[in-house]
């Protein structure tokens, strides 16, 4: 839920709590389309620099192992014997937001998540990771094998707090919460990246391709 404050100036004490019971009364109802702006449009002015934000009290979440994904090329097996070859491989993992939009690296967004993180827990967050290498590779006769990868991820939830100079949809504060998940550094919680070899049995059409002259007998490598 995106939240509003408005700035007001003034000596009575009573006139600031009833504006705050107001606030928290308009709150607790439902918010017609304009009464104020959709929260991709108070992230976007963040991005932008429209609007002053900061992303406050980041809270981590505990790591976990992300999901398996496929990272190489794929060899095909067409010959009687096992067929090893090295195989090279290369992962990037990005992050996404609540909305699952992505949050690109070098921008204004994960910079304040970045320095948001840094001040709390002192070390960096980083929305994007990358890794390569090789491995090889066996893949017994009549399958495909593939090399895939899981990256330690995490998720940090904390508000955006974006002030304007003047009021923008009437107020000078707007305030909205927002989880992100990346990827988190090898060992996190003493999870830790696996990359492994996968294999699979040929279809049927794939094991009939095998007969042409160009795949008779050998193993060929089919891009990703």
Avoid at 74 to 96: K, R
Avoid at 104 to 124: E, F, N, P
Avoid at 176 to 192: C, I, L, M, R
Wanted: proline letters at 3%; one cysteine or more.
């Amino acid at each position: 839920m995106i939240k509003s404050s408005k700035i007001r100036f003034g000596s009575r004490l009573m006139a600031v709590s009833a504006a705050s019971l107001g606030l928290v009364a308009a709150m607790a109802m439902p918010a017609a389309a304009d009464d104020g702006p959709t929260r991709e449009q108070l992230i976007s002015d963040c991005a932008s620099g429209e609007g002053k934000c900061t992303f406050n009290e980041p809270t981590l979440g505990k790591a976990y192992l992300g999901d398996f994904r496929q990272v190489s090329n794929s060899l095909y097996n067409c010959s009687t014997s096992d067929a090893t070859q090295s195989m090279g491989w290369t992962d990037t993992v990005g992050s996404t937001d609540s909305a699952g939009v992505s949050v690109t690296v070098g921008g204004k967004i994960a910079d304040l998540i970045d320095l948001s993180v840094t001040a709390t827990y002192s070390h960096t967050w980083s929305s994007s990771h990358t890794e390569n290498s090789s491995l090889n590779m066996t893949v017994k006769p009549g399958e495909v094998g593939w090399i895939s990868r899981a990256q330690v991820m995490q998720t940090v939830s904390g508000t955006w707090q974006t002030h304007y100079d003047s009021p923008k949809w009437g107020h000078y504060f707007w305030f909205v919460p927002d989880t992100v998940t990346g990827p988190a550094a090898n060992g996190t919680d003493g999870q830790s990246n696996a990359v492994t070899v996968k294999s699979r049995k040929m279809t049927a059409a794939e094991k009939a391709s095998c007969s042409s002259e160009t795949k008779k007998n050998r193993a060929f490598v089919v891009k990703r």
